[in-house]
């Protein structure tokens, strides 16, 4: 990735403004919320989900999937955070992007999309995962051979928004 540098301002109020280029090569968007890391001498920004690096959230999708044989994906808004079916971090395809984004709901259609270099086929259940700061990702589990798929995906989404402390 090559580098972009600027030189920019700090106003009376204490902002600088994230240049245009810097915007569209992060994929930041307006309403994106930001971390703020700083040492003695550098500020770092990067783009926060409370879903990411959430061990209890991992831990309460590996009991479902050990407890019901389930193959399940969570992603934030444009990678897959934890799956066992799919590599971890593997980029969502644009398509998959937008259902996130939309914060779309499918229940029990089969359907194949891309989540890096693997194409994924199967009975897609997939629910938003919405906090107060909007849209933090999806959860998707397959209904294949699985009784009551889009149930589990409801009470998974229910328990991630719970552990999240949104109600």
Do not use: W
Not at 4 to 28: A, C, E, H, S, T
Not at 88 to 106: P, Q, Y
Not at 145 to 163: P, S, T, W
């Amino acid at each position: 990735m090559k580098d972009i540098n600027f030189i920019k301002n700090i106003d009376n109020l204490g902002r600088i403004v994230i240049p245009m280029d810097v915007r569209r090569k992060l994929q930041i968007n307006t309403g994106d919320v930001l971390s703020i890391t700083c040492n003695d001498k550098n500020i770092m920004l990067t783009k926060y989900s409370t879903l990411d690096n959430n061990y209890k959230i991992v831990e309460i999708l590996k009991y479902f999937v050990d407890a019901f044989s389930l193959k399940i994906i969570l992603t934030n808004k444009e990678n897959v955070i934890y799956s066992n079916l799919v590599s971890l971090g593997s980029k969502l395809d644009n398509h998959v992007k937008l259902l996130v984004k939309n914060a779309t709901t499918i229940k029990g259609q089969s359907l194949s999309y891309e989540f890096g270099d693997k194409k994924v086929s199967g009975i897609y259940n997939m629910l938003p995962i919405v906090t107060n700061e909007g849209i933090e990702g999806s959860i998707v589990v397959f209904g294949d051979g699985v009784d009551n798929a889009y149930d589990i995906c409801v009470l998974i989404c229910r328990l991630i928004q719970l552990e999240l402390n949104i109600t």
